[in-house]
């Protein structure tokens, strides 16, 4: 009868998906196991003891393509540490036109803005199918007194995040558009290294809309932009496949060598 009973589940439909995020199975050993687990939150924290481990991380969660992690005003109760996919963070400006402020890789850590008054101030959408595993912000505090490199951790978590803010706001001010462009494929570049992937070639997970938004550049712009750095030899962009043919002139650009279009308003 047992064996007839598993068939039977076996051949059951899959239970319609009415709501997301979707929960997964936990599984205990999966920061062990994760290879940006070196850039996430858990860093400092003992590992094999499953315990502190299953304190802190919940069970992951799968967001779908498009759909939000959280929106701006909700309360703070978790933090989200990005496994796979992409997301972006965006502000709504007064007329109600989105302004991308960010883009998640993983390792990354999303939720932090909320820390200070305890609402999210913007919203998180996933750029692809993604999956991020939570961390329950009372918890974290709670375990963070009795480790605490694990509370050194989110402050290098917080400080990083702050100097990525400051380095937005200098490229936004003194960069022209195609200085900008080059300060954001050479960024790109650094972060898919320190995942273990390649510098000269990936994939744009974000929409030139999105990318526009986020340098303060018009959309025609930035394809102006493109254009003139394939012309030059430097890049290659066809669809979101980006290659990067120069380095060294690409991070040249990005210093202000070489030649550049007026300055962007």
């Known amino acids: 009868m047992s064996g007839q009973l598993k068939v ?38 003992p ?3 499953e315990s502190c481990l299953g304190a802190l991380i919940g069970p992951r969660m799968r967001i779908r393509k498009g759909s939000a992690l959280f929106n701006a005003n909700d309360p703070l109760t ?7 996919g992409s997301f972006k963070t965006s502000l709504n400006t007064a007329e109600g036109q989105g302004v991308v402020i960010n883009f998640w890789m993983p390792g990354n850590v999303l939720g ?17 199918d993604s999956e991020v595993c939570p961390v329950p912000y009372r918890r974290l505090q709670a375990l963070a007194r009795n480790f605490p490199v694990l509370q050194q951790s989110l402050n290098r978590l917080m400080s990083r995040e702050i100097v990525r803010e400051h380095e937005r706001v200098l490229m936004l001010c003194n960069l022209t558009a195609e200085q900008r462009l080059a300060s954001f494929l050479v960024g790109l570049s650094r972060r ?31 394809c102006r932009s ?29 210093q202000g060598g070489g030649e550049c279009e007026h300055k962007a308003p």
């Open 226 to 254: 493109v254009a003139r750095l394939r012309a030059l030899g430097i890049l290659n962009l066809q669809g979101r496949r980006v290659e990067i043919l120069d380095m060294p002139a690409l991070m040249a650009l990005e």
């Open 47 to 49: 590992i094999h003891d």
């Open 192 to 222: 898919f290294v320190s995942r273990g992937y390649s510098a000269h070639g990936f994939l744009l997970r974000m929409s030139r809309e999105d990318m526009a938004s986020y340098l303060g550049l018009r959309l025609e712009t930035v």
């Open 8 to 45: 039977r589940l076996l051949d059951q439909p899959d239970a319609p998906r009415t709501a997301h995020p979707v929960h997964l199975k936990p599984l205990a050993t999966l920061c062990s196991d994760c290879r940006v687990s070196g850039l996430c939150l858990p860093t400092g924290l």
């Open 112 to 128: 932090l803005d909320a820390i200070a008054t305890e609402h999210h101030v913007c919203d998180a959408i996933a750029l692809e």
């Open 78 to 84: 978790t933090l989200y540490a990005v496994r796979c």
